[in-house]
C-alpha cells in the first residue's frame, strides 16, 4: 500500500451522510483530513485532482454477495479457496466496489471451514498487499435458516441453532454476521445473545417468525434482516401475533432491512413502499450476486441445486434439485399467468448496477403498493439516499463506521480510511447511468482515468 501521498480532489459534488455540495476531498497518508466546500489551493504540498463536477462518493459495500464459482470448480482446501477470493477481489474494484461480505450457503460445515480458513488466508494477504476489493468479512446465511424457506439452499445442510457448530464456523475469526431463524424458539434467542455478546451481528433471513417473536429475538440482539421480501419472507395479514415476519420487520425500528435491487427479486413499487416506511436509514440495498466476477454458460449445480441462468432477462432460476442417491426432481417454471413463480438462484448483478438502480428509483415518480404514489426526488438527494443504503448503512452495521472492527470506512469524513470513488451520473429518462471514473483504496488509485483497472482483471 502506498503511504506519503498528499491530494485533494476539488471541483466535485461531494456525497457525504448529511449532504451533497460542490466541494472537495483532502487526503493524505491513506486517509480523509478535510472534507468541505473549498478548492485546494490552500493545501500546501498537494496535488490537485480536478473532477470537472464529477461525484464524488465513499466506496460501495456490498453486504451480500456470493461466489457460486469456488463450488462449481469444487475447490477444497483453503489455499485453493484464498486464491479464488483473490480473483473475486481484483474483479469487483474496477467496479467502484471497494468492500464486500461474502455469504456462505447451506453445505456441510467442513466444506464451509474450510472456505473461511481460506478467506482468512486471503485477508492475512490483503492486508500486507491490496489489489482489489476488501473482503471484510462473512455472513454465515445457510446455516441456520428455516429448511421450510430455504429457497435455493440445500435442506439436507440447514441445522437447529447449534452453539458448537457456529464455534466451529467463527474459528477462522472472518464472520461478521450470523442468520438465525427465530422460529426455533430458545434455542434461536440463547444463539442470538451469545452472536451478539461476542460482538458480531445478529441476522434472521430465510425464515417465518411471527411478528412477536421476531420482536423478541431483536430484544436479545437481532439487528439486522436479509432480504427481506425473499428468501422467501413469513406475512401474515391478520390479526395474530402482532402479523407476520415482514409486518414485524416493518413496524421495528430497531431492525435495518436488507433489500436485493436488482429489480427482479423485489418489484419497484414494493421497493419503494419498503424504502418509504423503513426510511433509507434502515436499508441496506445489496446484489445479492451469486456470480460476481465470472460465471457459467447457462445451467450449473450448486451442493444439490441445479440453477438457470436466463441472460436475456437477467436472472437465475432454481431448476432442479439432487437427492443423495442421486435422483433430481426438477422444478418446472410455474406458468407466468400465476402468482407461484420460480425461486430465484440470487441475482445476475453487482453494486455497480443496483447502486445506479437505488438512484433511479427514488428519482423517479413511483405508484406503490400500499402508498398511492412516492414522489420522485431532486437527483442528488436520490444520490444522497443511495448512498446511505449502498455505503454508510453496511459499513455502520458491521462495525466499520466507527472503525470497532476494521477499516474505518464507508463515508467521506475526516478521519476515515480514503475508500473513494469519482463517477459520472447522469439522470435520462427513468434510468441513471453510474460510470466509475477513479477508484481509491485508501487514497491508493486502484482505476485510472482511462477506465481501465490497476492491476485489476474485469468483472462479468
Known sequence: MEHGRHFVLTGGKVVTPEAVFEGAVEVRDGRIVRVGRFDGREAESAEIIPLHSAWVLPGLIDMHINDGVAILRNLSTPEEHAARLAEVSRGLINRGITGIFLATLAGP?????????????????WKTEPSGTEICGVLIEGTFMNPDNCGAHNPEYIFPPDRKILDFLLEPGVARM??????????????????????????????KPTADQLSRAVDRGLKYFIHLLNGPTG???????????????????????????????????????????KEARRVVAVSDSMFPSDSPEAEFEINGILGLIDRENN??????????????????????????????????VNMDTVFPNTVSLLAAEQQGNFVRSHPALPLEEAVRQASLMCSTNPARI?????????????????????????????????????????VYLAGVPMLGRSGKAVGAAGGK
Request: aromatic residues 6%; charged residues 25%; glycine residues 12%.
Open 109 to 125: 460445515p467442513e466444506s464451509l471451514r474450510d472456505y473461511l480458513e481460506g478467506l482468512a488466508i486471503f485477508r492475512g494477504r
Open 178 to 207: 450470523v442468520n438465525i431463524a427465530p422460529e426455533y424458539g430458545d434455542k434461536a434467542l440463547e444463539l442470538i445473545s451469545y452472536v451478539t455478546e461476542r460482538g458480531l451481528v445478529a441476522a434472521a433471513g430465510h425464515c
Open 235 to 277: 406475512s401474515n395479514t391478520k390479526a395474530f401475533y402482532g402479523g407476520g415476519t415482514l409486518e414485524g420487520a416493518l413496524r421495528d425500528d430497531r431492525l435495518a432491512v436488507e433489500l436485493i435491487v436488482d429489480l427482479v427479486h423485489v418489484d419497484q413499487p414494493v421497493l419503494r413502499d419498503v424504502i418509504s416506511r
Open 315 to 348: 436472472v437465475i432460476s432454481v431448476v432442479g434439485r439432487r437427492a443423495e442417491n442421486g435422483e433430481v426432481t426438477e422444478v418446472a417454471p410455474p406458468a407466468l399467468e400465476t402468482c407461484d413463480f420460480s425461486t430465484l438462484y440470487g441475482s445476475a
Open 398 to 438: 458491521t462495525g466499520l463506521l466507527d472503525g470497532s472492527a476494521g477499516r474505518k470506512v464507508g463515508a467521506l469524513k475526516e478521519g476515515f480510511e480514503a475508500d473513494i470513488v469519482v463517477a459520472e451520473i447522469a439522470a435520462g429518462g427513468w434510468g441513471v447511468k453510474f460510470l466509475p471514473r477513479e
